[in-house]
């Protein structure tokens, strides 16, 4: 079964020289994942900006997986194959041309417009901002569309969140996001916000990050299928998949350290009486029609 996964930080591991990385090709490939989105992130530190977008580039290369730079094939890769998208605006410093330049590079699928860092373009969900999106994020929002990059509100506060559905050009996506009437922080998502994603056809993908699982930080992959239950609950059959934040999470559920133990969350559905065609589209289907929809916008 084909399985995709929107959001993971190996590129930021590569970099940082971090030799415990979990997402390899080879862990990919164990796990039977097609498509891995790959995060160029802008940083966590003070020292953020353009200048941190070579090095992720290169650790790209070295990654050991075919890029899907031009329109994705109808049918899914069944060999591990990567997709790139960025996790911070600030990593653009407010300018346009950055943006093309890096897109023109690698062909970016999801632009996180912020992390947990307020920038020139909006303000993160951990901010408590109730401001919308800077006039700079509209800007590039209206590009992103020119660009067909998607918005990845997964950071985004929720001002921000909805000035994206009113403005976006292409459906809001929150490539690693979790249920807030399941787990109460502010990183996960409240039912509007599911309701409005999934009424635009955007994407959510379930974090795996036991904190956003469970408000006492200790979780299994049950907690995993519940916030599965949840959005589909809501209308999001067609539109939720993963976003495990591999590599960027300190900790991991019990029996889901790595892509190659993803197949147990698809057969813990199924043991929950999910069908066939509804296993696939959470597995990676819903991921991959989100991303070559947008390639026809």
């Known amino acids: 079964m084909f399985i995709a996964d929107a959001h993971c930080d190996a590129l930021h591991r590569m970099v940082a020289h971090d030799r415990e990385r979990t997402v390899t090709p080879q862990s990919l490939r164990a ?74 590079q690698a062909r970016l699928r999801m632009l996180g417009l912020t992390w947990n860092f307020e920038n020139e373009l909006a303000c993160p969900a951990l901010s408590g901002s109730c401001q919308g999106l800077k006039p700079r994020g509209r800007e590039f929002l209206a590009e992103m569309g020119r660009l067909r990059i998607l918005a990845d509100v997964s950071h985004l506060n929720e001002a921000g969140f909805w000035d994206v559905c009113e403005r976006s050009a292409l459906p809001p996506v929150a490539s690693h996001s979790d249920c807030r009437w399941l787990c109460d922080t502010p990183r996960n998502l409240t039912r509007e916000q599911a309701r409005a994603i999934f009424q635009r056809r955007g994407f959510v993908g379930v974090n795996f ?31 939720v998949g993963f976003g495990s934040d591999f590599d960027g999470i300190s900790s991991h ?30 597995a990676g289907l819903n991921l991959y029609r989100v991303l070559r929809e947008t390639n026809r916008v």
Not at 57 to 70: H, K, Q, Y
Not at 213 to 238: F, K, P, Q, W
């Open 253 to 282: 559920p019990e029996g889901l350290a790595s892509p190659a133990d993803v197949p147990r969350i698809l057969e813990a559905l199924e043991k929950r009486g999910y069908t066939q065609k509804q296993v696939a589209g959470v």
């Open 209 to 239: 990050f036991p904190e956003f699982l469970r408000e006492d930080g200790v979780a299994t992959i049950d907690d995993v299928v519940r916030h599965i239950d949840a959005l589909m609950e809501l209308g999001g059959e067609d539109c």
């Open 31 to 104: 796990g039977g994942v097609g498509v891995q989105a790959l995060a160029i992130f802008a940083g966590d530190t003070q020292n953020r900006g353009y200048h941190r977008a070579a090095p992720m580039l290169e650790a790209l290369r070295a990654f050991g997986a075919p890029v899907l730079a031009e329109e994705l094939p109808a049918t899914p890769p069944q060999t591990p194959h990567v997709v790139v998208t960025v996790e911070g605006g600030e990593l653009f410093e407010g300018d346009p041309a950055k943006l093309r330049a890096l897109d023109a």
